[in-house]
């Protein structure tokens, strides 16, 4: 009867196997906007978050940098630690999984020993004796709380939000790439202007010095010139020292030591991408960052079944078997030498002083600390969405009336050269054009080269492109 009551017991625990002590897990709420205040001109889209985001630099069209990316992705150090954490991740889930299935263990042992003469308690038996031993042991936790599957629930999302964090680490290196990249190209197109400029100011200084010794200005008009050639030299070198710094940080990024690496010089910019905008709440799911905060916030979810299940017992079923003899040249697999043990376990922690009370309380706190981090961290990518819409959008408004300055510092340039020849105009009228022409398109440039940038900064605001 004892025998009978004890395996129905087990099978009463058995039934109450599918039990889960941790809360049902609903993602924290979130008031998600209409729209972006700053639309700008593009047209609205809804990229497939399910789809990888693949190559999204391909949208600049540059050869180059569709090079130093894939570079990058096979061989930078600090990506290969985030990828490193997730397997790592992984592994962690593989343990816990572990947990699910019985363990099995085999011992064996083959011994020759003496007993003590002076062993306390000892009953009469052999001074000398051998010990053969080949027993095997079977234990299995039923799982009736759910601790082991709200453990191993934890370590999946903790593995997911680890991929997220990859997969954030990835987009942040190789935005910051493209936005040394483009960096580097705007200050190409600076050296280029300046090369160019300071070769114009060198045949204005010529040609004031030809006339100077022609009697016809004086030695001020001179040191105009001379001037504004020697400031457009110095400007030429800091170009060229800022352009060493941006090559040196690809270098980094694309795993070269700074000394072996170089590009040549390419002063065309490509043209700032037509950007079409997700929706505001397609954002939530391609962001990794925003879809790790989540998944950590289930985790937590997860992580108060766990804590909860310690106010239960813990249930196993134990079984273990084998073969002992004393040698003897005995058959040690002989039946008569066989010995067995069989049945459930029960164990339950009675006082604790309130320990696993503090522990379930530590829990919720972490589950609703998870909570804000989700929304602190989707507030912010709404924000920095909605920063670089207003950016490109007042950037591309800027580039057309800056170009509109240019073609008007040409033209006076143009102007104030031809009256200074004729004698018209003194000098001075010439080196303000000259400054104004110079400023204006290199203020030009530098437009050019933010749109470049903010269109990077786009891209990693929406979570990896616009492209599914």
């Known amino acids: 009867m004892a025998g009978d009551f004890r395996w129905g017991a087990v099978a009463l625990l058995v039934t109450l196997a599918g039990c889960s002590l941790a809360p049902n897990y609903v993602p924290p709420s979130l008031t998600t906007p209409v729209a972006y205040t700053n639309m700008g001109p593009w047209t609205p889209a809804s990229p497939a978050d ?48 572990a ?40 234990s299995y936790e039923l799982d009736l709380w759910g601790r082991v599957r709200n453990t191993v629930a934890a370590g999946k999302d903790e593995a997911q939000a680890t991929k997220d964090d990859a997969a954030s680490v990835q987009l942040s290196l190789e935005a910051t790439l493209a936005d040394a990249y483009f960096n580097l190209r705007g200050l190409d197109a600076q050296e280029a202007l300046l090369t160019k400029t300071v070769a114009a100011y060198a045949r204005a200084l010529q040609l004031t010095q030809a006339q100077h010794g022609g009697g016809i200005v004086s030695g001020l008009d001179v040191g105009q010139a001379q001037t504004q050639y020697d400031t457009a030299q110095a400007q030429l070198t800091d170009v060229i020292a800022a352009r060493a710094l941006f090559q040196n940080a690809i270098a980094s990024l694309v795993g070269v030591p700074a000394p072996s690496f170089s590009l040549p010089p390419n002063s065309a910019l490509p043209l700032p991408p037509a950007i079409p905008v997700a929706a505001p709440s397609v954002l939530l799911e391609r962001r990794p960052d925003v879809a790790a905060a989540e998944r ?34 005995v058959n040690l697999l002989n039946l008569s030498n066989s010995m067995w043990s069989l049945g459930p376990s029960l164990a339950l922690t009675v006082f604790d002083g309130g320990f696993r009370k503090a522990a379930v309380k530590i829990a919720v706190d972490q589950f609703n600390q998870a909570s804000e981090a989700y929304r602190a961290t ?28 240019v073609a008007a510092a040409d033209h006076t340039l143009s102007l104030s050269l031809d009256l200074y020849t004729e004698g018209a ?11 104004a022409d110079l400023d204006a398109q290199s203020a030009a440039l530098a437009v050019a080269t933010r749109r470049l940038v903010s269109s990077v900064d786009l891209v990693r605001a929406l979570g990896g492109g616009w492209k599914g």
């Open 425 to 435: 105009v003194t000098y001075l009228n010439v080196v303000t054009s000259q400054t």
């Open 296 to 329: 950590r916030a289930a985790e937590a979810n997860a992580q108060i079944g766990v804590a909860r299940a310690a106010f239960f017992p813990t249930v196993s079923i134990d079984a273990s078997g084998g073969f002992e003899s004393d040698g003897g040249g």
């Open 99 to 138: 947990a699910e299935y019985p363990q099995i263990d085999v011992f064996a042992s083959g011994t020759q020993n003496r007993q003590s003469d002076h062993r306390p308690l000892r009953v009469n038996g052999p001074d000398y004796y051998e010990n053969d031993l080949l027993q095997g042991s079977f």
């Open 50 to 97: 399910t789809k990888s985001r693949g190559a999204w630099w391909l949208i600049y069209d540059d050869a180059t940098l569709s090079r130093l990316e894939t570079e990058l992705d096979a061989s930078n150090p600090t990506l290969a630690i985030a990828l490193s954490r997730y397997d790592q991740a992984q592994q962690a889930v593989n343990q816990a999984e």
């Open 378 to 405: 989707a507030l912010t990518a709404f924000q920095e969405v909605e920063n670089e819409l207003a950016l490109c959008n007042d950037l591309a408004v800027e580039a057309a009336q800056q170009n509109a300055a």
